[in-house]
């Protein structure tokens, strides 16, 4: 089997609409956000953010991590999806669609 197969490379995103009503609602956003950047994920767009794997087990365990920082209030969703499958994706700015650019291309070295 080919190491980096379209089939094998995982996309994690994560959806999140977190209560902001309050001071404290708003703390707990901003560090549900900063700990998906420091585990490597990138906004897609506003509340969806992104994480390119190189496997289905390496996916596991930044969704295992995602999991263990989920704010106590709010509507959070982690889809996982092959490389095949974003590739299929379109998008569109008002009526003109845009080309997708990959956040960054993610290396393993052994």
């Not at 767009?45 to 263990?68: G, T």
């Not at 490389?83 to 993610?106: M, R, S």
Request: proline residues 4%; glycine residues 4%.
């Amino acid at each position: 089997m080919n190491r980096f197969s379209e089939y094998r490379i995982m996309w994690i995103l994560v959806f999140f609409d977190l209560p902001t009503e309050t001071k404290k609602d708003r703390k707990i956003y901003a560090t549900f956000r900063k700990k998906l950047i420091q585990d490597g994920f990138t906004m897609f767009q506003f509340s969806i953010y992104l994480r390119h794997c190189a496997s289905r087990e390496n996916a596991e365990v930044h969704i295992k991590r995602v999991k263990s920082f989920l704010p106590p209030a709010g509507e959070i969703g982690i889809l996982c999806i092959t490389d095949k499958q974003f590739a299929n994706i379109e998008l569109f700015v008002g009526k003109k669609e845009k080309e997708v650019h990959t956040p960054y291309q993610q290396l393993e070295l052994f």
